[in-house]
Each structure stands twice: as C-alpha cells, then as structure tokens.
C-alpha cells in the first residue's frame, strides 16, 4: 500500500499532507526528512481510525508531483483485518470466539504497535471466511 502524499516546499522546509488520510499532516526541514517524517505521521494516523473502529480509506492514484508513501507490510494487512472486520460487521470479541482466543489476544492482533505473526494474521482472515495471499512481483 502507498499512500500518495504532497509534499510542498515553505521558508521553513517541507510540509506534507495526505488527500486520502487528511489527519497524516507533518513537515522536514529536507526532503528526505520530509519523507521519513511522512512515513510516521501516516502510520500515526492510521491509529486514529483503528481507535475509532473506522473503514482506513484504500490509497488513491498518485497525482503528478505527488509522493507514494509506503506502508510497512505489516500495518497494511492489519488495515485489511480491521476494513475486513467492519465490512463483515464482526466484532473483536466474535472473532476472538471464532478463533478460539481470547478477546485481548485480539485486540494485540487488531493493534498497530502490536507485532504479530503473519500465520495469527492468517488464521484472523480465515475466521472471517477470507483468505490472506501473500505475493511477490
């Protein structure tokens, strides 16, 4: 997943915003740090959303001088678990019940800051009748 985001030159440095995730606003004094600091914002406000128990918007088509911004691997299947879980209106505590765990091992699995093994990721798909692929191109 690669989030578009813009990243403008000020007296001060850079500013960047994101157009699908409108709370990942931050600034650098380079470029480069502009970036790495994007980087951060995004996933920080990826939290806010799984907080909030909110659908996390799907990334949009780079516009011209816009900047993809990657998300980390792992933060981009749990975006799909949590879009997952709101989309098949599952709470945490019924896929904890289909899982066979408790309902705090999910909120571990539902967490951000939370490392998780990809199989725990898995098996979560598959409690919710879905199938997580992995591929490489």
Do not use: C, W
């Amino acid at each position: 997943m690669k989030y578009p985001a813009r990243i403008q030159p000020t007296d001060d440095g850079y500013v960047v915003t994101f157009r699908d995730i409108p709370e990942a606003n931050t600034q650098g004094d380079t470029f480069d740090e502009a970036v790495e600091m994007a980087e951060d914002a995004l996933l920080t406000a990826l939290t806010f959303y799984f907080e909030d128990n909110r659908t996390v918007p799907a990334p949009s088509q780079p516009k011209p001088k816009e900047t993809q911004i990657d998300l980390p691997i792992s933060a981009a299947i749990k975006v799909a678990l949590l879009n997952t879980l709101l989309e098949t209106r599952v709470s945490q505590s019924k896929l904890a019940k289909r899982m066979g765990i408790t309902p705090q091992q999910v909120t571990r699995i539902v967490n951000l800051n939370h490392t998780t093994k990809i199989d725990t990721l898995a098996a979560a798909f598959k409690a919710l009748g879905r199938e997580l692929k992995i591929s490489v191109s």
